[in-house]
């Protein structure tokens, strides 16, 4: 019953998005908010990253890749754009 009554003060949300998705899954079921909040803070500088596990950060870069480019091909989707060709010049290429 609590968890009927939390669900309904707390209000139905509907948000198309993979990395709120991710961040609302793992925050629910893995770790706590405020771990995720406090590693946010500690990361928001502009300043690469020495990472000491080459493997996991080359698999966080990969997740965040493919996250992005869910994004990416949605909005390509969306406004029925086509990509650009990335290897020609700026002023030669076609979105």
Request: charged share 30%; glycine share 4%.
């Amino acid at each position: 019953m609590m968890q009927d009554e939390i669900r309904k003060r707390s209000g139905s949300v509907t948000i198309d998005c993979k990395l709120t998705s991710f961040l609302y899954t793992l925050m629910r079921d893995y770790v706590q908010p405020g771990d995720v909040e406090e590693i946010m803070l500690n990361h928001m500088s502009d300043e690469p990253v020495e990472y000491t596990n080459g493997w996991l950060a080359l698999h966080a870069q990969d997740i965040a890749n493919r996250l992005k480019s869910a994004k990416h091909y949605k909005l390509i989707k969306e406004y029925n754009l086509v990509e650009a060709d990335w290897t020609l010049e700026p002023d030669e290429r076609k979105i």
